[in-house]
Nanobody
Framework: QVQLVESGGGLVQAGGSLRLSCAASGSTFSINRMGWFRQAPGNERELVAT???????NYADSVKGRFTISGDIAKNTVYLQMNNLKPEDTAVYYC????????WGQGTQVTVSS
């Protein structure tokens, strides 16, 4: 079992920035990738960004150039720096990893006002 705990969400005006943090605990020795997903009301959960042990990253087209994922997989931590936030970024953001199955954090609300 893996537990994921996020922090850092909140309310920000359009154009502002937020930084999300996630820490994993439990059976973390097999983790080789972590990331962030988000879900807006009425929408499906969607990929935001992922990072692997190698340091390679992957981003959704909608956040490229604005969001940066970083972290130390070996230390079971991942961050998401979100700049130039837009109202359409408003969603619950979930930390994610995959070991034997998908694991999700409890989610943190990000609200961007216009």
């Amino acid at each position: 079992q893996v537990q994921l705990v996020e922090s850092g969400g909140g309310l920000v005006q359009a154009g502002g920035s937020l930084r999300l943090s996630c820490a994993a605990s439990g059976s973390t020795f097999s983790i080789n990738r972590m990331g962030w997903f988000r879900q807006a009301p009425g929408n499906e959960r969607e990929l935001v960004a992922t990072i692997r042990t190698s340091g390679s990253t992957n981003y959704a087209d909608s956040v490229k150039g604005r969001f940066t994922i970083s972290g130390d997989i070996a230390k079971n931590t991942v961050y998401l720096q979100m700049n130039n936030l837009k109202p359409e970024d408003t969603a619950v953001y979930y930390c994610w990893t995959f070991v034997d199955r998908n694991y999700w954090g409890q989610g943190t609300q990000v609200t961007v006002s216009s």
